[in-house]
């Protein structure tokens, strides 16, 4: 069974650009998070989609918005990039919402840096 | 609303040696308590979770990790740690009540020979 995948790896873009992440997550799970992690904060909660619908959000900015399709891919999408949204982020996926921790499964990650 | 603290963010290790990372938390409910690890270049791994039960758990990879409620301490340990045990290791916790993972900063393991 494929994990998760997110593409791509890598992304270079600079400032006041938009960028569009993808996420397939494992095969029959309907639920994807995303996270950002940067060095010496952690990971934080992005927002959870289930059933093409956003379920939770965290505290960011409006420029970050997401989707979910109705195969379980997701899309997230950074508009008006900033320095400091360079990070790695990441995808974790589920089978139903709301397995927040023993049941996640996370992708490779995206490295965005924004110069 | 919950928070995580790792006290350490770099562990240096000789191969062989034991070692522990701490993780201390605050919430208002009680919890559920997870250790993950980061191997370079990868996404997260569950090493082991605190749900109910036996307050010592013990995960995959020879780690262990103790609860402690009056402290509301979750450290994990290691008797003997190996070269490939380098690695980012983060503590999460998920208040009983709610689906939400909280993620400590990380602690990165260097284990030398």
């Known amino acids: 069974k494929a994990g998760v995948t997110q593409t791509p790896r890598y992304l270079i873009k600079t400032r006041g650009q938009q960028v569009t992440l993808s996420c397939s997550p494992i095969?029959?799970?309907?639920?994807v998070s995303w996270y950002q992690q940067t060095p010496g904060q952690g990971l934080q909660f992005l927002f959870e989609?289930?059933?093409?619908?956003?379920?939770n959000k965290g505290n960011f900015p409006g420029r970050f918005s997401g989707r979910q399709f109705s195969n379980s891919r997701s899309e997230m999408n950074v508009s008006t990039l900033e320095l400091g949204d360079s990070a790695l982020y990441l995808c974790?996926?589920?089978?139903?919402?709301?397995?927040?921790?023993?049941?996640?499964?996370f992708g490779s990650g995206t490295q965005l840096s924004v110069l | 609303a919950q928070s995580v603290t790792q006290l350490d963010s770099q562990v240096p290790v000789f191969e062989e040696a034991p070692v522990e990372l701490r993780c201390n938390y605050s919430?208002?409910?009680?919890?559920?308590l997870f250790w993950y690890v980061q191997y370079p270049n990868q996404g997260l791994q569950l090493l082991l979770k605190?749900?109910?039960?036996?307050?010592l758990v013990k995960g995959i990879n020879g780690f262990e990790a103790e609860f402690n409620k009056s402290q509301t301490s979750f450290h994990l340990r290691k008797p003997s740690v190996h070269i490939s045990d380098t690695a980012e290791y983060f503590c999460?916790?998920?208040?009983?009540?709610?689906?939400?993972?909280?993620f400590g900063a990380g602690t990165t393991v260097t284990v030398r020979a």
């Open positions: 974790a996926s589920s089978l139903e919402q709301g397995f927040g921790g023993e049941k996640l499964f």
């Open positions: 095969s029959g799970h309907r639920s």
């Open positions: 989609y289930f059933s093409e619908t956003q379920r």
């Open positions: 919430s208002s409910v009680s919890v559920y």
């Open positions: 605190y749900l109910s039960g036996s307050t």
């Open positions: 999460a916790v998920r208040p009983s009540n709610d689906y939400k993972l909280s």
